[in-house]
Structure formats: structure tokens, C-alpha cells
């Protein structure tokens, strides 16, 4: 079984910046386009971002949209989002997900597209 690991997450004010990490070193990173997914409590995990395998091609959930940033560094084999003025609604577990492309420029927002996942790492947004 895979394993992905992501850390970054803590407790911050609102209006506050957080990076998140995710180590896919595990997987042949380049292959793979990636997504980070969070899940507030009492709701369903949801799309954040996402970034194909080859190109930097980004997609982002209208709620983060111009406030955070996902980016990958193949060479390190890990992913990263980039959270920026964050706000008591971001608070949730952050979740990072593969899915195996091959050298694609494509993006994906469902959950079931990804078959790798990370634990999550938790994210508390204080007013």
C-alpha cells in the first residue's frame, strides 16, 4: 500500500497564511496528478485542488479560488497547497490524493478518481 504523508497543518488565527506539505515519495510522482481534498466536521469531504502530473495545470474549488495555491515539486516528489487569508470556514482535515496519469495535463475534482490517499492533516482556523 502506498503511503502519503502530509503535515503543515496547526492551529491559526483568521486572515493567516499555512503551507501544507504532502510526501508522495513513495509513488513515481511524475505519473501520478495530484489533489488536495478537506473534510470539515459533521460534512463530506469536498475538492480543493488539484494539478496534473506534467505542465502545471491547476484547478480550484470556487471557495479557494485566488486564495490558495497548490504547486508540486517533482524532484522532491511532493505536493503542497498554499493557504492564504484564511478564514474559520477553512477549518478541516486536509487530505492529499493520487491518481495515476501517466504524463497527463489533466486535472480531476472527483474523489473516486484518486486511488491513493494520505491520513490528513488538520487545519483549525480561530476567529
Known amino acids: 500500500q502506498v503511503q502519503m504523508v502530509e503535515s503543515g497543518g496547526q492551529l491559526v488565527q483568521a486572515g493567516d497564511s499555512l503551507r501544507l506539505s504532502c510526501d508522495a515519495s513513495e509513488l513515481q510522482f511524475i505519473h501520478y496528478s495530484m489533489g488536495w481534498f478537506r473534510q470539515a466536521p459533521g460534512k463530506e469531504r469536498e475538492f480543493v485542488s488539484a494539478?496534473?502530473?506534467?505542465?502545471?495545470?491547476?484547478d480550484h474549488a470556487d471557495s479557494v479560488k485566488g486564495l490558495f495555491s497548490i504547486s508540486r515539486d517533482n524532484a522532491k516528489r511532493t505536493l503542497f497547497l498554499q493557504m492564504n487569508s484564511l478564514k474559520p470556514e477553512d477549518t478541516a482535515v486536509y487530505f492529499c490524493?493520487?491518481?495515476?496519469?501517466?504524463?497527463?495535463?489533466?486535472?480531476?475534482?472527483?474523489?473516486?478518481?484518486?486511488?491513493?490517499w494520505g491520513q490528513g492533516t488538520q487545519v483549525t482556523v480561530s476567529s
Open positions: 494539478i496534473s502530473a506534467i505542465d502545471g495545470y491547476t
Open positions: 490524493a493520487a491518481k495515476f496519469t501517466g504524463l497527463s495535463r489533466g486535472t480531476y475534482r472527483k474523489e473516486r478518481d484518486y486511488k491513493y
